[in-house]
């Protein structure tokens, strides 16, 4: 009897998803599939998508599959009907509990229970209302916070093109909320864990935990040692072009190939950096120590060049080392790297012209 | 600490210095997503994202920690299983 109640259950559920998709369907394409792919052609692929998931959800009533036929469903309808809602979180929470009933139900079960007093009733009672409670709470709170952090009505606002182009694009509102639903999703799962040993934890275990060293010393090997080769070259050739511009490039400064041979040896300097970074790569990577004495060091680099500018404007040792001037120094340096970047484009971009690469 | 030996007034109460670290980190996250909220409420798109990532690597944090003073309470007034 309650074997049949937890097949049936489900599928009822399914069905009335079921019956909004379809809905929606005939009520949207009709039978002018090929039109509405044209003009629309993400809502049509994820609205048949919806459809043949909540087909085999019927099917295999599994928490998944319905999950996902809420999702296309609700990427289709572009959340104007609103699924994300009381009913689907509910729904969610129901089919979950039938499907994890239906792994361990034996027949006629139900007549061997005993319910043992008051206690036990009121912490059954406690522990559903817990986690129908957290079913429904932490997905509204997420949404609650990204609807409120996702600036939709604030792009009109922003004085700033480039920005706005940034913020209105789709791909960063879904990977914003991606971001932030799967912290979200940790939190809320690292909490129980933690509460969990509060309540009732054996010592050894969490001793053995605690000594546990191979979780802590982890020795991560990246894939992508050319990027990051890359990526670091381009962070510390500027300097190093501009003190080669300085020693030997400035007589030719003012010839007619200085454009090309500034820019040559900038992307000569570029290319060896960053040889010698993907060389040198693994005695920098996570030694704390290292990255310390590094961070301090360029700290000190800082307020030292922003010292000197500010004894070079004002001659008084003392008025300098208190108001060191950060932003003539930083100033300068972002011209360097900007003088860097922009020999190296001019460079490359010309170079493509001349051998009709680029139009 | 290195010799192994710890007071016997501090021995009972370390959980505690873990959780509250942790609870202050946990706090500390909430106010910088609240203030995240806030700044994207006046157009300041930079500042609010900034402070919504601290306020999650805070958050992170703060969960660590709690899971490290969740172990040191059960290492101390856990049950013991070894006969």
Redesign the interface.
């Known amino acids: 009897m309650i074997k049949l109640l937890l097949e049936v259950l489900p599928r009822v559920i399914v069905a009335v998803l079921l019956f909004n998709i379809v809905n929606t369907f005939t009520s949207t394409i009709g039978l002018d599939v090929l039109g509405s792919m044209v003009k629309a052609p993400i809502e049509t692929v994820f609205l048949m998508a919806s459809l043949i998931l909540a087909t085999a959800s019927l099917v295999y009533p599994t928490p998944f599959i319905y999950v996902l036929a809420i999702v296309t469903y609700s990427i289709a309808t572009r959340f104007s009907v609103s699924m994300i809602s009381l009913e689907a979180l509910l729904s969610i929470g129901a089919i979950a509990v039938a499907d994890h009933l239906k792994s361990f139900y034996r027949n006629r079960q139900e007549r061997f229970v005993e319910i043992g007093g008051r206690r036990t009733i009121v912490l059954t009672l406690i522990s559903v209302t817990t986690i129908f409670v957290v079913l429904i709470a932490v997905p509204l709170l997420a949404n609650a916070?990204i609807a409120?952090?996702?600036?939709y009505n604030?792009a009109q606002?922003?004085s700033n093109n480039f920005?706005r182009e940034i913020?209105v694009n789709p791909i960063f509102v879904l990977s914003f909320s991606l971001a932030?639903g799967i912290?979200i999703y940790?939190?809320t799962t690292?909490?129980p864990?933690?509460?969990a040993?509060?309540v009732g934890?054996?010592?050894?275990?969490?001793?053995e935990?605690?000594k546990n060293r191979r979780d802590v010393d982890v020795y991560i090997e990246t894939p992508l040692t050319i990027v990051k080769s890359l990526a670091l070259s381009a962070l510390f050739t500027p300097p190093v072009y501009e003190v080669v511009n300085m020693l030997i490039l400035s007589s030719w400064q003012s010839s007619i190939y200085a454009y090309l041979i500034r820019g040559a040896v900038a992307t000569i300097l570029f290319v060896a950096i960053g040889y010698a970074m993907y060389r040198l790569e693994k005695p920098i990577v996570l030694d704390p120590k290292t990255l310390l004495i590094l961070s301090t060091v360029t700290l000190l680099l800082i307020y030292v060049g922003g010292f000197i500018v500010s004894y070079n404007m004002y001659k008084n040792v003392l008025y300098a080392l208190t108001r060191p001037a950060i932003g003539y120094f930083m100033e300068s340096i972002s011209n360097t790297y900007i003088g860097f970047y922009s020999d190296i484009l001019i460079f490359l971009d010309g170079i493509s012209k001349l051998f009709g690469v680029a139009p | 600490m290195s010799r192994g030996y710890t007071s016997p007034r501090i021995k009972n109460l370390q959980f505690a210095i873990y959780l509250g670290v942790g609870l202050a980190l946990a706090i500390l996250s909430i106010l910088f997503l609240i203030w995240s909220v806030g700044y994207m409420e006046r157009a300041y798109v930079g500042t609010s994202l900034i402070s919504a990532l601290i306020g999650f690597t805070l958050l992170s944090a703060s969960l660590y920690v709690l899971r490290l003073s969740a172990y040191v309470y059960a290492v101390e007034k856990g049950e013991s299983h070894e006969k």
Do not use: C, D, H, W
């Open positions: 916070y409120a952090v996702l600036p604030i606002k922003t920005l913020v932030i912290a940790r939190a690292a909490l864990e933690v509460i040993i509060y934890g054996s010592r050894e275990v969490a001793l935990t605690l």
